[in-house]
């Protein structure tokens, strides 16, 4: 009888040890050796460089005007789309 409770307790206490719960995270990766793509990886301090940007007139002037005819155009067209959607109901 002894003995079966030993192997009982003995069997507990590994199972016990064996489902504790723990918190584990992996280290940060770094960026070694081979990491980068020198002659072909833009660093992001040259990557907004607009004195040295080709075109510079033309291209500031489109983005300004696509993003202004954005800002305009998609509430516009949702104010319409919602009185159709009324007005059909």
Known sequence: MRTCAKVLMSSEASLSKSATRGFHSTGVKRMGGHGHDEPFYMHSKHM???????????????????????????????????QKKTASG
């Open 48 to 82: 907004y460089n607009l004195d040295m940007m080709k075109h510079q007139a033309l291209k500031m002037s489109l983005g300004v005007f696509t993003a202004f005819s954005i800002g305009v155009g998609v509430p516009v067209y949702a104010v319409i789309f919602q």
